[in-house]
């Protein structure tokens, strides 16, 4: 099929309607920043399942598990605005990942989701949080914070 574009010609930019995004506390150490990420986008993918793109295959056939069709942009802020964005998140009904201080110390899923079932929502001690949505949404969810050093 000609599309009419020469085959070395870059591709259109590919723009999304929507926004992966990872909020960090800023105080936490680099190995956590790391941890908290990965525990976080783990969430949105099982239950947002538009996402995530298509399994990979390289060039002998080998094939390897999908991945999100989209960037991760990775901010951080204080614990007071990582307060504010969870209560704008809940506000906004975004699908939402929560990593809490007290998972530092757990080991395994089910231990993990008592030590969150065990406090309030306005007494998380929040460190990450991952959203998604619409941009301009999540874009309000995150104001205060920056992007990720």
């Known amino acids: 099929m000609n599309t009419g574009q ?33 525990f976080l986008v783990s969430g949105l993918g099982g239950r947002v399942p538009e996402v995530t793109g ?5 060039a002998d056939g080998v094939s390897y598990l999908p991945m999100f069709r989209q960037p991760v942009l990775v901010f951080e802020g204080s614990k007071e605005t990582l307060r504010a964005a969870h209560a704008r998140t809940l506000a906004r009904a975004l699908p939402c990942a929560v990593f809490t201080a007290d998972l530092f110390t757990t080991g395994n899923d089910r231990d993990n989701r008592a030590a969150v079932r065990a406090v309030r929502t306005a007494d998380l001690d929040l460190v990450g949080l991952a959203v998604y949505g619409p941009r301009n949404g999540v874009d309000k969810v995150l104001k205060g914070a920056r992007m990720h050093p």
């Open 54 to 58: 298509d399994p990979y295959e390289d």
């Open 6 to 38: 020469r085959p070395d010609a870059p591709a259109e930019p590919i723009r999304f309607d929507t926004k992966i995004a990872v909020l960090l506390r800023a105080d936490l150490e680099p190995w956590q920043r790391l941890n908290v990420t990965a």
